[in-house]
């Protein structure tokens, strides 16, 4: 049994805390700054405001004020924060520990500084305190994961990724329970940006429901799964090109990083919600202005992310703007406000692709 | 202008003759021997039984005691019917023709002696007269493509495989239209392998709803997204081994053929319905016989046709079991009527696996 502890009380995190009570570990979760609600209702009705599940007796609920308090002795830290967090939670956790207690990311995502891309959890570490920024031993989770599914104890399997073996079976051994199935690797880049870049692809795959409703060509009420299915596999073909930019391998791109994150992320949530609005035609602001102001939309945030950066990376030629039709046309639909418009003709087109074949 | 032939006036070769005729061809739509009562009901109606779109009006449908007639002058003929029947077209077609009309398959599958896995077009060539077996040209299409899609002319990417570069860029030119996207690969075997197995592996994941059914975990509504995805990335990784194994490349795999026409045959239709009853807990042969004894079940008929040949090749040490254990177990539950149970302690650990994350 270890005590560990869940900062952050959104959905992941929540849900987290279920396979770890039925491992029969001390579980302290702590709210951030923004989850003072969540923390008080779970304190009174051990519900959680968007998940259905019940949050198991066992957990310990914080508000953040009681961090320090519910850090003492914790053998394993895991992080629910989304990814726009990452930083705050090194302001708020980094002073308090001493580098000894190993970090789970259950965060995705990629940082663009207008020169290149950092995974999130190298951002983590370079956010902690030098003093033990370089020992503290950190891993992250990838693979299709939907946090209400978990709750309610639905079979899942995830890879969880570090470049130490020895972290990697124990917080495995910490969280496996007979629904939820994890597998270890040690290649960091091909599983995050593989499960980041997940996101902002599943946007796309949801602009051809939207698309084809406005033009008509869904009337008589089929799904339209050629074309969501051919954007599926240009997603993974670009997926693969970027791991394999990174220096990762693209096994995971085709595992559960990848191709499965992928797959569950296009059936539903907030990134297919937003999708189906561009795709009918609306422009990203107006879309997020009046019809999900209040909601994070992981593919969209990370194309904000990123996107200044893919491009001036295109622009020197670090990266091969024809190997990302699909990126591309979705950064400049998200962060330039343009149209959707599916680039077929360069599709699966790329002569640096690993995906070769041709269109003739 | 071309002059082609379809043979089989199923869903998929009636649907093909819509680009086809959008591009001005002159089409021949011959049905086989079953097919009678369509090509009746094409020529009176210009309607298919199972399509929902018209038939092109320049279509001239023909019964199979047309064929030879329909044969005269074609310059391309388009297979369209099932899996099962590429030996009757064989003999059907093979005295008829001299060998200088190139055929393109658009029939899937693989077929197992006991020995080995053949593909289909092989299987199709040997079938033929041996005076010009060796000299016709193949090719063979592959990709998500949803009939009814296709005949409704939404938007739909293929890739057409074989040997002859020439003649998959001239067929690409004759089906190529503003809707009907078509890239071109000469890796036979990546494509065909893909375009054959995603059928077995659409059962498996339409099993996922049926087994979460009966157990009553889908009670609050949820689809069980994170089990389907994880079942969707094994078989990801069982086919890419299955085509390294067989000397195609694993590129297909992850694009169109693969990823692409796994997603889109995960998305409905008589596998994933077959999939939910076996699920449910019924065994296979009270399944079909009770509630799909008139369907074709491509997925299960593939089982049938390499289950015992793909045991016989593990068995005698050929093939990887621990490479393949979802094929294993759809094999046992459809050739012998085995109850679903999913290894998930066998996934995502072969050594000889293309896809390393360790089972730690």
């Known amino acids: 049994m270890a005590k560990v502890l869940v900062l952050g009380a959104g959905m992941m995190g929540t849900a987290m805390t279920v396979p770890l009570t039925d491992n029969e570990h001390d579980v302290h979760l702590v709210g951030t700054h923004l989850d003072g609600h969540i923390i008080e209702e779970i304190h009174e009705s051990r519900t ?12 310990k609920p914080y508000p953040i004020a009681g961090l320090e308090e519910a850090l003492r002795g ?6 629910g924060v989304n990814s726009l967090g990452v930083e705050w939670v090194a302001e708020a956790l980094g002073p308090l520990l001493t580098g000894d207690v190993p970090i789970v990311a259950l965060t995705k995502g990629l940082v663009g500084d207008g020169q290149k891309l950092t995974l999130l959890p190298h951002v983590l570490r370079n956010a902690l305190p030098s003093s033990y920024r370089e020992e503290v031993r950190l891993a992250a989770v990838g693979g299709p994961s939907i946090a209400g599914e978990l709750a309610a104890r639905r079979p899942t399997g995830i890879v969880i990724t570090g470049s130490d073996q020895t972290l990697l079976d124990e917080v495995a051994s910490v969280m496996r329970t007979s629904y939820y199935h994890i597998w270890t690797s040690t290649d960091v880049i091909g599983v995050e940006v593989s499960v980041a870049l997940k996101n902002v692809y599943a946007l796309a795959v949801g602009m051809v429901q939207g698309w084809m409703e406005r033009d008509g060509i869904d009337e008589e009420g ?3 799964h050629n074309m969501a299915a051919a954007i599926f596999a240009q997603a993974l073909c670009e997926i693969a090109y970027l791991v394999d930019y990174m220096g990762g391998e693209v096994e995971n791109v085709y595992g559960l990083p990848g191709a499965g994150d992928l797959y569950v992320t296009c059936m539903g949530g907030r990134n297919m919600r937003m999708g189906r609005l561009l795709g009918s035609g609306m422009r990203y602001e107006e879309a997020k202005a009046r019809h999900m102001a ?3 939309i992981e593919g969209a945030e990370l194309a904000l992310a990123i996107g200044d950066t893919i491009e001036a990376m295109i622009e020197r030629g670090d990266l091969e703007g024809a190997s990302l039709p699909l990126l591309r046309t979705v950064i400049d639909i998200v962060c330039h406000d343009a149209p959707v418009v599916f680039p077929w003709d360069r599709f699966f087109t790329s002569e640096t692709s690993l995906h070769p074949p041709k269109r003739s």
Do not use: E, G, N, Y
């Open 48 to 59: 959680h405001p968007k998940l259905r599940s019940a949050v198991p007796v066992s957990v």
């Open 74 to 79: 914790v053998d394993l830290i895991f992080l």
């Open 294 to 296: 209040d909601d994070t």
């Open 222 to 224: 089929d799904v339209m």
